[in-house]
Structure formats: C-alpha cells, structure tokens
C-alpha cells in the first residue's frame, strides 16, 4: 500500500491526527508527511493542518477515487474503472473505444465540457458538484427493448439516493430523476444495433447526477428545473452515490428481462394520475397519465376518452400549467 493510501486511512474519521503519529505510521519523516499531504491536496482531497494537533480529513472532502469505490463495492465486482479529472462526455469518450472495452467498464467524472442530454441537447455538469459516470454494457435483449436499461437506471438511481441520504426521489416518465419537484438526474442510453438481428451489439448507459448545487447557483435557463440531493459537500458522497447506484443497477440489470422492477418504477411516478401535456410537432396535447405498462410506456388518456401507450423515442411529456 502506497504512502498515500495508508495517510487516507488514518485520516479516515475526520479527527485530527498528529504529524508524528503518521511519520511514525508510514516509516517516514515528516517532511515526507507533509509532502504526501500537499500531494494529496492536488489530488483535490481537502485537508486542514493546525499547529500542535496535527492533518485531518475535511467532512466537506468529495474526491471520486477509484479506490474508495472499490472498497464501498467490496472489491472489482467485475467492474472496470477510468476515473478522469474532466473529459468531453463520458457517453462520447466510452463509445469511442466500446470494441475493446469489457461490459461493465464505467467511465467516472466530476466534470464534462460537453456533455450529451437526449434529444441532442447539452447536459450541464459544472465542476465538483456533480456525478457523471458511463457504463458499458453487452445486453442480450432486442433493440426495441433499449428503455428498459434507461427505465432499471433511474430505479437504481432512486434506491441509491435513498439509501445514502434517506430521501425518496420520484421519476418523471421516461428519465429524468426528481427530488422536492427539481430535476437531480438525467440519465442517457445509447446504442448500436446490429441490423440483421436487430439486437444490441452493445449499449452505453450515462447518468449525470446533480449532488450539490454549483458555486453562484444553477445557471438562469435551469434555475426553475434543477435541483440538487445535498445543500453542501459531504465527505466522499459522490463515492458513495456511484457504488450504490453500481450495485442496485447490476442487480436489476441481472433480472432485466423478467421486468420485476417495473412496479418500483411505477410506485416513483410522479406523472401517474396528473394532467399532462403530450409534445407532438403538430403541438401540444392535452391527456391524463393513467399507468406506465410492463413495456415502459407512459399509458394516458385524451379527453375524449381513448387510450394510448406512448413510446419515449415518439414523444415528450411534462405536467400541464393547471397541474403543478
């Protein structure tokens, strides 16, 4: 275990831990101490040193490390990781080298300059306060079955939250992740198809987590939509949030055929039961959210009483002016 590792574990509990305590611990002097502590600070680790009591680990430090990751999942589990400080879009950087990549290899940042939204719109992902994390994935399911992987996502996105924070987010037909009514999740599936068997040679699975809110606020175009889970950093968060969401996922992902996460998909609708508008290029629509079906498709009804089960590549929906 390298001097760096074996610092963090020290500093683990937050308390103040001397300086000749850990020379002592890592065999070193304390010069090299303090050169391993200015090392981990450039790493991003926030920790604080006071005269005569010695480094502690800030509650407020949130680095996404790899080996923080592998110790909440309880080893590689079969995961692959790349933890990169920034990159364009974990979605583009994964499908760029999807052939020689094993499933389950996930691409984990605190940052994109370019990150993707469905509909080719942006995603904002603003430094340090958010998650952005890509899976790859070799499902064997027909291509036209894709929006269950997007469906088990923000299951597994909800069950995470909950469990590391306690707080019961609700899903917006068909992915986006909502808490106290503001969006805290996006989440995009891409994929390739091949043509002959209309199956899926592979699928890449990107979820944009909003854990605190940016430095100055959410930009003026976000600032009625998103939202945040947290109102301040919290030790290791992002860690936690992605092992969770790992783990929950797998396991749906494991089951995905069978569909038996669909009524935990369908208990967390927050459209069911309300007035929405349906988005059509002709214009909006006006119906009622009645159910979504064991294929993921939002089911409404129009005011003249039919019945419809709608596709997430058709159309859009949101909650009519009347209703929020």
């Known amino acids: 275990m390298d001097n760096k590792k074996i610092l963090l574990e020290a500093l683990a509990k937050g308390e103040f831990v001397s300086g000749a305590e850990l020379a002592r611990s890592l065999g070193v ?45 309880g080893g590689a589990n079969g995961f692959t990781f790349e933890i990169l400080p920034t990159c364009t ?7 760029e080298k999807a052939s020689s990549l094993r499933e389950w290899h996930t691409i984990i940042t605190g940052t994109q300059t370019d990150g993707c939204g469905r509909r080719g719109r942006s995603f904002y992902s603003p430094d340090g306060t958010g998650l952005y994390m890509s899976v790859l994935l070799r499902p064997k399911i027909p291509a036209e079955d894709a929006v269950l992987i997007t469906t088990a996502a923000a299951v597994a996105v909800c069950l995470a939250v909950e469990e590391t924070t306690g707080q019961h987010p609700m899903i917006k037909w068909v992915n986006d992740v909502l808490l106290n009514g503001r969006k805290i999740c996006g ?23 909003n854990v605190t809110e940016p430095d100055g606020g959410f930009p003026p175009e ?16 992002r860690c936690r949030l992605a092992a969770a969401f790992l783990r929950r996922f797998r396991e749906i992902y494991s089951a995905l055929p069978s569909r038996s996460f669909v009524s935990e998909y369908r208990a ?9 508008l349906v988005l059509r290029h002709g214009g909006d629509v006006p119906a009622t959210a009645v159910s979504v079906d064991d294929m993921c498709r939002l089911v409404v009804r129009y005011p003249d009483g039919t019945e419809a089960a709608l596709s997430s590549g058709e159309v859009s929906v949101r909650r009519a002016e009347a209703d929020t």
């Not at 090299?32 to 430090?61: C, F, Q």
């Not at 998103?226 to 968060?237: K, N, S, T, V």
């Open 89 to 95: 879009s974990t979605n583009t950087v994964i499908k």
């Open 268 to 276: 967390r609708s927050c459209l069911i039961g309300h007035g929405i």
């Open 29 to 73: 002097s304390r010069t090299a101490v303090w050169k391993t502590v200015s090392s981990l600070r450039e790493d991003g680790y926030e920790i604080e040193a006071v005269t005569n009591r010695g480094y502690r680990l800030m509650p407020t430090s949130d680095v996404i490390s790899e080996d923080t990751l592998r110790a909440l999942l």
């Open 187 to 209: 989440i995009l599936t891409e994929a390739n198809v091949d043509m002959e068997t209309r199956t899926l040679e592979y699928a890449v699975l990107g979820v944009g987590i």
């Open 222 to 237: 976000l600032i009625n939509i998103a939202g945040a889970i947290l109102p301040r950093r919290e030790q290791d968060m």
